[in-house]
């Protein structure tokens, strides 16, 4: 799983770029507004709200805020944003998955044609690249939480189906249909989780020199700055000399 860890830093290095708070809440509580407008507005029993406000809470995003977000979806005057995913392929053939909500599909649509072919590659159709991913959810916990071995026995007992512990924390991998049952007997066990969502993870992982990984971190950041973009998954991994170069 040397990729994973790869692809993990690359996350982290997102996260810790992202300096500007009220663009990352910005971005949040679009999230759990569209969540809260989808289904109901009680996290309790809104699997997505819940995980959006977990994603909030995280990132030490205030009550007030999240509340608001909530009660947005309510109000008949709030915006209506689309779901979209992009698919596509970065420098090096490396594939590219983009989630987004947006208001306007033909600026988000522009927008990120325009990274993708700045960098070198190309944004392809609808399916081009998803079948290099599993569309699974995943459940993060502080390596403090529990042992790695009481980790994997309640991630057993819960029908996971696969668990990464390292100095990182624990990652508890659950299918599409089993995710929320996974989670709700987890956080029963060890509490509220520090993640708790679907993602794209890569079936395989490419590697790339340093010359074409640092083209694909800067087409990364590009995407994760844009206001419509909500997450970024790609199946590369770069050298730690890299990473530490670029400042991660």
Same mark, same amino acid.
């Given at each position: 799983m040397a990729g994973h860890s790869q692809f993990k830093n690359i996350m982290h290095r997102k996260g810790r770029q992202d300096a500007q708070k009220s663009k990352l809440f910005g971005k949040l509580a679009r999230e759990i507004t569209v969540a809260a407008k989808l289904g109901?507005?009680?996290?309790?029993?809104?699997?997505? @709200?819940? &995980? !959006?406000?977990? /994603?909030?809470?995280?990132e030490n995003m205030p009550k007030d805020n999240i509340e608001r977000a909530i009660k947005k979806a309510a109000g008949s005057d709030g915006e209506n944003y689309?779901?979209?995913?992009?698919?596509?392929?970065?420098?090096?053939?490396?594939a590219v998955i983009v989630e987004a909500l947006t208001d306007n599909r033909n600026r988000a649509a522009s927008d990120i044609r325009s990274f993708?072919?700045?960098?070198?590659?190309?944004?392809?159709e609808s399916g081009s690249v998803a079948f290099m991913f599993d569309r699974t959810g995943i459940i993060?916990?502080?390596?403090?939480?529990?042992?790695?071995?009481?980790? @994997?026995? &309640? !991630?057993?007992? /819960?029908?996971?189906?696969?668990?990464?512990?390292?100095?990182?924390?624990?990652?508890?991998?659950?299918?599409?249909?089993?995710?929320?049952?996974?989670?709700?007997?987890?956080?029963?066990?060890f509490g509220e989780p520090r993640k708790a969502a679907l993602t794209w993870k890569p079936q395989n992982t490419v590697a790339v020199d340093d010359e074409t990984g640092e083209k694909l971190l800067k087409l990364m950041?590009?995407?994760?700055?844009?206001?419509?973009?909500?997450n970024v998954f790609a199946n590369f991994e770069v050298s730690d000399a890299l990473i530490a170069k670029m400042g991660g």
């Open positions: 109901t507005p009680d996290p309790a029993m809104n699997p997505r @709200l819940r &995980a !959006a406000v977990v /994603a909030a809470r995280a689309d779901e979209i995913r992009y698919e596509g392929y970065g420098p090096g053939g490396v993708f072919t700045k960098s070198g590659g190309n944004l392809g993060e916990y502080d390596a403090s939480v529990a042992s790695d071995d009481a980790m @994997l026995d &309640a !991630a057993i007992e /819960a029908g996971a189906d696969d668990v990464i512990s390292s100095e990182a924390g624990h990652e508890v991998y659950a299918s599409q249909e089993t995710f929320r049952e996974v989670a709700k007997a987890l956080e029963a066990k950041d590009l995407l994760n700055e844009h206001d419509d973009v909500q």
